[in-house]
T-cell receptor, first 112, second 114 residues
């Protein structure tokens, strides 16, 4: 079955890099996602990566995918206080017709 | 473009009362999802619809929970009777098939049952 695991908490200093890690169990995953949830709000899509890619970069965000180890990471460069939020990793088996499976989320605290 | 719209944003109700949560998905989206978020269990998928038809309701916790989608632009999640353990944030989300399953969430309905 599908399962997505994340560490629950991460604390970093402003200006440092943050690395949020995720492991998933289903090797059939086609897309892997990172969502961000700010306090009192819904989840917003940050970025996603297709399973045939190893890396994707988008401004301060870098996603790394290790398919062999079923490990996904999100690196946030120059972390700011506005990056404090819960970050959810999610996987999908097939494009468009199965629901995403979410991890429990990693709460990132940025210390000024 | 308006995102997924949920109402009410906050509701406090007494145990035993009926609760109805409402959702308007993004126009043109053909999938609609209801999720529940709690500290203990994280984000749980309750039910999802495709083209207004319920596809999988295995996540609905009990018969007290029901969901409907009478048309492409409206869905409800009903809890009757409500219990304190139903207190959670309920999210509605929608997606369009064929774009990598990206789903878009509403702001959530924060339910407290006392």
């Amino acid at each position: 079955g599908e399962d997505v695991e994340q560490s629950l908490f991460l604390s970093v200093r402003e200006g440092d890099s943050s690395v949020i890690n995720c492991t998933y169990t289903d090797s059939s995953s086609t897309y892997l996602y990172w969502y961000k949830q700010e306090p009192g709000a819904g989840l917003q899509l940050l970025t996603y990566i297709f399973s045939n890619m190893d890396m994707k970069q988008d401004q301060r965000l870098t996603v790394l995918l290790n398919k062999k180890d079923k490990h996904l990471s999100l690196r946030i460069a120059d972390t700011q206080t506005g990056d404090s939020a819960i970050y959810f990793c999610a996987e999908s088996l097939y494009s468009g017709n199965t629901p995403l499976v979410f991890g429990k989320g990693t709460r990132l605290s940025v210390i000024a | 473009d308006a995102g997924v719209i949920q109402s009410p944003r906050h509701e406090v109700t007494e145990m035993g009362q009926e609760v109805t949560l409402r959702c308007k998905p993004i126009s043109g989206h053909d999938y609609l999802f209801w999720y529940r978020q709690t500290m203990m269990r994280g984000l749980e998928l309750l039910i999802y619809f495709n083209n207004n038809v319920p596809i999988d309701d295995s996540g609905m916790p009990e018969d007290r929970f029901s969901a409907k989608m009478p048309n492409a632009s409206f869905s409800t999640l009903k809890i009757q009777p409500s219990e304190p353990r139903d207190s959670a944030v309920y999210f509605c989300a929608s997606s369009l098939r064929g774009i990598g399953n990206t789903i878009y969430f509403g702001e959530g309905s924060w339910l407290t049952v006392v």
